[in-house]
């Protein structure tokens, strides 16, 4: 059901170039009340089913957000020179826009130097984040783009790796500091992926509260000039952001996982903290 399910999907995806709404930029698909409930519905299920389907998770941000909800987000980045500054400027985070030689050269505990290493560690790009599609307003598509390209950085704010609980934490927090509803929908059926009790126990009783209590605390994140800002120390942002208790997303071993650590490779536990910087 699910690939019968999708593949309706990307039929219906195929149909919006016939539509007789006109683009509103370039790579929109302009849908109509129907199709956009059939849109949040259909990704819903398949990302469910299968959470590795980025493409259908990106589908449901966007036809699940209220309008309402995008622009109290705009809001928030228009409340701030830094954010209006996004809105004007309209950067985008991928390999092409930004340097990560650059970034691994800062010195150790920077958010750049922090981001890089985390990316590599974790095996993620940036570039793996889909383009908005289903966003009538062009200026609100970018918001949802930006809140889409940021995400990595949430999860290194966090100090959270790229796992199946890593990932709920993040929800979690998202949750609670965005209000969108698919941040909803995966925390609360995202614990179903779970196969271990013990993991399911951690994030009930700890890591679920703590991620709650953070993205409610924590200052808008929209507003954030993340490339004006790679040289500032890491933990200093997260005070300024009011976010306490983060954890040390490294697991001390060596490169692919194996051995342990060394001293200097950025992968060992602690690596981030001032007492370790160069």
């Not at 196969?195 to 700890?206: E, G, H, N, S, Y």
């Amino acid at each position: 059901m699910p690939l019968r399910l999708s593949s309706s999907l990307g039929q219906l995806g195929a149909t919006r170039a016939r539509s007789t709404l006109a683009p509103a930029y370039p790579g929109h698909w302009p849908v109509g009340p129907l199709q956009n409930a059939f849109l949040a519905a259909g990704s819903a299920v398949v990302s469910l089913v299968d959470p590795y389907r980025h493409d259908m998770l990106a589908a449901l941000t966007e036809t699940s957000t209220p309008i309402s909800l995008l622009c109290s987000l705009r809001a928030q980045m228009v409340d701030s020179p830094s954010g209006r500054a996004i809105l004007h400027d309209r950067p985008r985070i991928s390999t092409s826009s930004v340097a990560l030689s650059e970034l691994r050269a800062l010195p150790r505990g920077t958010l750049g130097r922090e981001y890089a290493g985390w990316l590599e560690r974790c095996g993620v790009s940036p570039d793996t984040r889909d383009p908005v599609h289903y966003v009538d307003d062009e200026e609100l598509a970018y918001v949802v783009q930006r809140y889409r390209e940021s995400h990595d950085l949430y999860h290194l704010l966090l100090g959270q790796r790229v796992d199946i609980l890593s990932e709920l934490v993040v929800k979690y927090f998202e949750f609670a500091h965005f209000r969108t509803p698919v941040a909803g929908l995966s925390a609360a059926f995202g614990p179903l992926r779970l196969t271990k009790p013990a993991q399911r126990r951690a994030l009930v009783q700890d890591l679920a509260p703590w991620a709650l209590r953070q993205g409610a605390r924590c200052k808008p994140l929209l507003g954030i000039y993340w490339e004006r800002e790679w040289e500032r120390d890491l933990g200093e942002m997260r005070n300024e952001l009011g976010l306490e208790g983060v954890p040390d997303w490294r697991d001390g071993k060596g490169q692919g996982g194996m051995g342990k650590a060394e001293v200097g490779s950025d992968l060992e536990i602690g690596a981030g903290r001032r007492e370790y910087m160069d």
